[in-house]
């Protein structure tokens, strides 16, 4: 009966080693790299939405000032936050050697990215390191903690004064939309 029982645990465990390495394959078929090939457009909306040609990302694991969103610098003069975060993020898809790996999408279906250059090997870290983009926060576990915690420390960007948080922002500059006219 041991000798059975024995060999029913290798049989069952050769079987959960052959589903998991199933479906971590799938997991991993899922994502999709995308570059921007040479002479390609790439377009910043704001400090964490872009366009490589048609295609549309977001950066995965940060959330940045909108583009019309403004802060408010040490001293409580408003400034562009919005604007400048977009204007970090052209500057790092400047870089040569863009390419970006994205495994889901948002509701809007903007691809889910973590990107990097040659130069920067995470373009997050880097937006959330220079105070551009806040790291997104679920059940008490940050995505760029060490970046978020240096940037704040430091006064950088948005931490340099008074923000809104993007979503907060985004919340209460919602458009209204316009009712449909009756048929």
């Known amino acids: 009966m041991r000798s059975f029982l024995n060999k029913l645990k290798t049989v069952l465990l050769l079987v959960g080693l052959i589903l998991g390495a199933y479906f971590y394959a799938g997991w991993t078929d899922d994502r999709a790299v995308i570059s921007a090939a040479p002479k390609e457009q790439v377009r910043a909306a704001d400090g964490d939405s872009f366009q490589i040609g048609s295609r549309k990302l977001r950066m995965k694991g940060i959330d940045a000032?909108?583009?019309r969103q403004t802060c408010k610098t040490a001293g409580g003069q408003d400034w562009d936050c919005g604007k400048a975060a977009q204007g970090r993020l052209i500057g790092l898809l400047a870089e040569p050697g863009l390419s970006c790996e994205a495994?889901?999408?948002?509701?809007?279906?903007?691809?889910?990215?973590?990107?990097?250059?040659?130069?920067?090997?995470?373009?997050a870290a880097a937006l959330v390191a220079a105070g551009m983009a806040?790291?997104?926060?679920?059940?008490g576990m940050r995505d760029y903690p060490h970046e978020e915690d240096s940037a704040q420390k430091a006064k950088r960007g948005i931490w340099?004064?008074?923000?809104?948080?993007?979503k907060e922002w985004r919340d209460a500059n919602r458009r209204k939309r316009r009712p449909k006219p009756p048929s």
């Open 160 to 166: 340099q004064g008074e923000f809104m948080p993007p």
């Open 65 to 67: 000032p909108e583009y």
């Open 134 to 139: 806040t790291s997104n926060e679920f059940y």
């Open 103 to 123: 495994d889901a999408a948002d509701k809007y279906g903007r691809a889910l990215a973590i990107c990097k250059t040659a130069a920067t090997p995470d373009l």
